[in-house]
């Protein structure tokens, strides 16, 4: 079939490209196909690619170095600005360590001084406690002998151990973050609490414990004061009622001096009130002691606890003669032998026979104020003798005119008979006040 049969048959067929290549007597063919075409022109676009690309690199690559140096820089001056800054905060601390350092020992000085001034206080207040616990007025509530401040040696130590704690703490919390490049950021951890804060806490708790026990120390002397006066009242009430003169002590003037007194006026020694109201409580103490002692040298006891009354004082009739006659003193059940002890201490100013009274002691109480002890069987004592309450002076009897075993016991004062039911009375309130 030739060409044009086939044209008219199968169409117009495309024309081949066809390469020839000679190489001397050598003569190739090489057919085109559309397949080498597009793989040609694929290697093409990829090559102009690869070389543009290639050349926006070299381009934008001293942009891109420029940009990342300038971000290493900035990092860097950050770095170093925050390192700058926590070197200053170190100095900073160690210069508020030095000065807290010195306040820390300005305050401890002051908290000595205080204890001191406590201590001292106590010292003035050893001897007045000492008078008020002998005169029954200290035992609902005791005056600590220490203060509950805890001595200053231990609280220095103890803030010096603390200082150096927070000086640790301070220290680590100071450190700078480490600067390595894959942290963005350097933060740091600013100081919690400061020796100031740490010693004004401690110093304040301190401070108000010795307050409060310089506030007991002051209530408990005022409690004291009070109470003092108050008793020696009540007692000097009780005497007062038998006529029996208050010593000048009680007035806290001593005997013979009551206008024995005077001199240049001075400025005191202190203008501290703790002061005046220990003043105040020794003369009360002095007050309630003159007080109390007269009241305990009389006798306000009976010479027979527990023991029958046989005869009370007054008129009665007279058990020898039958008719109406006045009994100067009253009639104890004794048995015979009994010891016979005073009421109170005194002086014996007589001691023997004595009339109707047989055996008979009287002793001298002072203030115009004596007693009698008649009948007994034998005495023991004799004129001039001091004797006290625990004394035997006689021995129980029935001498002189008497029916019987008995003591007849009298109360004179100035010299005049008076009932000893009174005087015993008188002790029976008396005796809360006389611990």
């Known amino acids: 079939m030739t060409h044009a049969q086939q044209s008219r048959v199968f169409g117009k ?122 005169s029954g007025l200290n035992e609902k509530q005791d005056l600590p002998a220490q203060t509950n401040a805890p001595d200053a040696r231990d609280k220095r130590a103890a803030l010096s151990g603390a200082m150096q704690a927070i000086e640790n703490q301070l220290a680590k919390s100071a450190e700078p973050a480490d600067a390595t490049p894959d942290n963005t950021t350097l933060a740091y951890v600013p100081a919690r609490e400061t020796i100031g804060d740490r010693a004004d806490r401690v110093f304040s708790k301190v401070t108000l414990s010795l307050k409060g026990v310089e506030q007991r120390q002051r209530d408990r002397v005022a409690q004291l004061t009070s109470d003092a006066s108050d008793t020696a009242d009540a007692i000097s009430h009780i005497l007062t009622r038998f006529r029996i003169a208050v010593p000048p002590e009680a007035a806290g003037i001593k005997a013979g001096d009551e206008n024995a007194v005077g001199g240049p006026y001075v400025e005191p020694e202190s203008d501290d009130d703790f002061d005046t109201s220990l003043t105040q409580l020794d ?11 007269t009241a305990v040298s009389l006798p306000f006891r009976s010479p027979a606890v527990g023991k029958e009354i046989t005869s009370p004082f007054g008129n009665r009739r007279d058990p020898f003669l039958g008719r109406l006659a006045l009994h100067s003193g009253i009639d104890f059940r004794f048995s015979p032998g009994e010891k016979v002890r005073p009421t109170a201490p005194g002086k014996v100013i007589a001691a023997g026979w004595t009339g109707g009274y047989g055996n008979m002691v009287e002793v001298d109480h002072g203030n115009g104020i004596s007693t009698r002890y008649g009948h007994m069987s034998e005495i023991l004592v004799k004129i001039g003798d001091t004797v006290g309450r625990q004394n035997v002076i006689g021995l129980a009897g029935s001498t002189g005119r008497s029916t019987g075993t008995h003591l007849h016991y009298e109360v004179r004062q100035d010299g005049r008979a008076v009932d000893p039911i009174y005087f015993m009375s008188a002790g029976t309130k008396l005796a809360g006040y006389m611990k």
């Open 283 to 293: 003369s009360a103490l002095t007050r309630l002691e003159a007080i109390r002692s």
């Open 13 to 134: 067929r495309k024309q081949e490209h066809i390469l020839i290549l000679a190489s001397g007597d050598r003569v190739r063919h090489l057919t085109v196909r559309p397949w080498m075409a597009a793989l040609a022109f694929c290697f093409v676009g990829v090559f102009a690619i690869g070389y543009l690309l290639a050349t926006s690199y070299l381009v934008l690559r001293d942009d891109l170095i420029g940009a990342t140096m300038a971000r290493q820089a900035r990092m860097q001056h950050d770095y170093e600005d925050r390192i700058a800054a926590l070197r200053a905060q170190v100095d900073r601390v160690t210069s508020r360590q030095l000065l807290d350092q010195q306040v820390v020992e300005d305050k401890v000085d002051k908290l000595m001084e205080q204890q001191l001034a406590l201590t001292s206080r106590h010292g003035k207040l050893g001897s007045l406690l000492d008078r008020a616990e002998s």
